[in-house]
């Protein structure tokens, strides 16, 4: 499956963003989708995951109650609304895909290429 991640860019802070990753390639039907991010030197960190049906969403501490991830499998397509957005949200945001739902992004088998959201102070 081919994941292509767009929306990222340039926001102030406690402002507003959502990404989109559309997968084509092979049947989206049962995939987990999920959204990690890394930042310049740091590690590849979870932000949140979603079933296939969307009733189990799991979200990274820091993101918790700030970001929304949501899906359309009609339109192979995960989401993941950002709000009050602050500095150290920064980093290239990566959507993936796994069989199982995981925080752990050595889990996960196929990635998007990453887009680069830029929070300012």
């Known amino acids: 499956v081919q994941l292509q991640a767009s929306g990222g860019g340039l926001v102030q802070a406690g402002g507003s963003l959502t990404l989109s990753c559309a997968a084509s390639?092979?049947?989206?039907?049962?995939?987990?989708m999920g959204w990690f991010r890394q930042a310049p030197g740091k590690e590849r960190e979870f932000v949140a995951t979603i079933s296939w049906a969307g009733t189990r969403k799991d979200y990274g501490d820091s993101v918790k109650g700030r970001f929304t991830i949501s899906r359309d499998n009609a339109k192979n397509t995960v989401f993941l609304q950002m709000n009050s957005l602050k500095p150290e949200d920064t980093a290239v945001y990566y959507c993936?895909?796994?069989?199982?739902?995981?925080?752990?992004?050595?889990?996960?088998?196929?990635w998007g290429q990453g887009t680069l959201v830029t929070v300012s102070s």
């Open positions: 390639g092979r049947t989206f039907s049962g995939l987990v």
């Open positions: 993936a895909a796994a069989r199982g739902v995981y925080t752990d992004y050595t889990r996960y088998d196929y």
